[in-house]
């Protein structure tokens, strides 16, 4: 199982539908400017993978809508493409589409289209081997320094000196 795909539309700063393809089963690093939207992508992701992002209060919510001047939006959603084809997503599909929106007033999930609760969703991926709390299969910038600990000595040198300033997805949901 592998993020084939992410499609973000009205999320912080990503006003206009933004479908980011192919991403590699292994490892991906994302790369731009500062101020591009690379930790809002990640945060994205994690919006629909990690229940950090549970229980939202509505400043929490209206925060993650897009705003700027002229053209704020009332509603975002981030929709995650899994490969499945290996099943682990236990649904039976070799593709798993999995949106969460975000409005105001409310957040929902929906699986290939359906809306499901979230209790579903938080119960599919852990039953998928996601993590609720520790959403590790997303480096952060900044927490690269943590994989020097568990790597060896030159594997983890020309690591740091790749990601020095980037946020990365290591491979699917393994552990570094
Ligand atoms: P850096 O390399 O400095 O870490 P980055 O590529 O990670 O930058 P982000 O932090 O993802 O950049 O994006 C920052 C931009 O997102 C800022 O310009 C900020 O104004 C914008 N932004 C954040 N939240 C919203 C929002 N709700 N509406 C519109 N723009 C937003
Ligand atoms: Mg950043």
């Known amino acids: ?3 084939k795909k992410v499609i973000i539309e009205g999320f912080k700063s990503y006003r206009e539908e933004t ?3 192919p991403f590699s089963p ?3 690093v994302v790369v731009g400017a500062n101020g591009s939207g690379k930790s809002n992508f990640f945060h ?3 919006f629909v993978l990690s229940d950090m992002f549970q229980n939202l209060r509505s400043e929490d919510r209206g925060a993650l809508l897009h705003e700027g001047a002229g053209h704020s939006v009332v509603s975002a959603f981030v929709e995650i493409i899994f490969d499945n084809s290996d099943n682990r997503i236990p649904v039976d599909k070799e593709e ?3 949106r969460r929106t975000v409005a105001s007033k409310k957040d929902e999930y929906y699986l290939d289209g ?3 609760s979230k209790t579903e969703v938080m119960n599919l991926l852990e039953s ?3 993590s609720r709390s ?3 299969y997303v480096v952060q910038q900044g927490k690269v320094i943590n994989i020097h600990l568990i790597v060896p000595r030159i594997c983890s040198d020309i690591i740091l000196t790749i990601f020095a300033c980037l946020d990365c997805i290591p491979y699917s949901n393994e552990r570094f």
Request: aromatic letters at 12%; glycine letters at 4%; hydrophobic letters at 40%.
């Open 96 to 98: 798993v589409r999995l």
């Open 128 to 130: 998928a081997g996601f």
């Open 1 to 3: 199982m592998y993020i």
């Open 114 to 116: 359906k809306h499901v």
């Open 134 to 136: 520790n959403p590790y």
């Open 44 to 46: 994205a992701i994690r």
């Open 19 to 21: 479908s980011t393809e």
């Open 26 to 28: 292994k490892v991906n």
